[in-house]
């Protein structure tokens, strides 16, 4: 067990030094493959890739593939992964002809609409000045739902014919709020993007940020703001090309 330990956290270093190089995006490669043996049979298979060519849903899409290929190849048997119906080159030119004319200008027409007069900051209350430079720096703050609590939101989801991201996002919005104490600012949130069934099993960067606008001004309740976010979240995934 020992061994293996101090076999991970070598690993963890070498993979830290691999992401730390940057990626020449002119040139390539975006995808860094490092093989660690620490034992007989023990191996570590490290990878580093771009985002600009890999997403969320790439990750499991690459597992599945390297998992299947091993197992053939370790028996001699050939390749069982089928054809691709669809490369990444064919998605991009697809969005490049769609992104065109009247529906580039639908798409543009909703969003200019949507997010017009949105304050630029969330006030949020801060314990030092808020900087003059906008920074992409952060940090993810992880927490559990206990079991019965998830269960009874699944529940009161059902029943209003909503999903349980509509629920969590309609509740984040008034916590963000109530500190604020804003009621109009946005709240951006991830989709993967893959809206066709061909594109379910292709790697590459499909991922897309959408926004929603919280508006809370008067007496609106947790009920009607329920419904209000249900149909921004739809509509926006409608526009979100």
């Known amino acids: 067990a020992s061994e293996e330990a101090n076999c991970t956290e070598f690993a963890r270093k070498v993979l830290a030094d691999l992401a730390k190089r940057p990626f020449d995006l002119e040139a390539g490669p975006l995808i860094r493959v490092q093989l660690l043996r620490h034992s007989e049979y023990g191996h570590a298979l490290l990878f580093v890739v771009h985002h600009i060519a890999f997403d969320g849903?790439?990750?499991?899409?690459?597992?599945?593939?390297?998992?299947?290929?091993?197992?053939?190849?370790?028996?001699?048997?050939?390749?069982?992964?089928?054809?691709?119906?669809?490369?990444?080159?064919?998605?991009?030119?697809?969005?490049?002809?769609?992104?065109?004319?009247?529906?580039?200008?639908?798409?543009?027409?909703?969003?200019?609409?949507?997010?017009?007069?949105?304050?630029?900051v969330l006030e949020l209350p801060l314990d030092r000045p808020r900087s003059s430079s906008i920074s992409h720096s952060g940090a993810a703050l992880e927490f559990k739902l206990d079991a019965e609590l998830v269960s009874s939101l699944r529940t009161l989801c059902r029943e209003r014919q909503i999903t349980p991201f509509v629920f969590l996002i309609t509740a984040f919005g008034v916590l963000l709020s109530r500190y604020a104490r804003q009621d109009n600012f946005c709240i951006g949130y991830p989709v993967a993007g893959r809206r066709r069934e061909e594109l379910e099993g292709l790697i590459g960067l499909f991922v897309n940020t959408l926004v929603l606008r919280i508006r809370s001004a008067g007496d609106v309740t947790f009920e009607s703001l329920l419904a209000y976010v249900r149909a921004s979240v739809l509509e926006a995934d409608t526009y979100q090309d």
């Open 57 to 120: 849903c790439s990750l499991a899409v690459l597992a599945e593939e390297l998992d299947k290929l091993y197992g053939a190849i370790s028996q001699g048997r050939e390749s069982p992964l089928p054809d691709l119906p669809v490369q990444y080159a064919d998605y991009s030119e697809w969005q490049r002809k769609y992104l065109a004319g009247d529906a580039l200008d639908e798409h543009l027409d909703y969003w200019e609409q949507k997010l017009s007069g949105v304050p630029p």
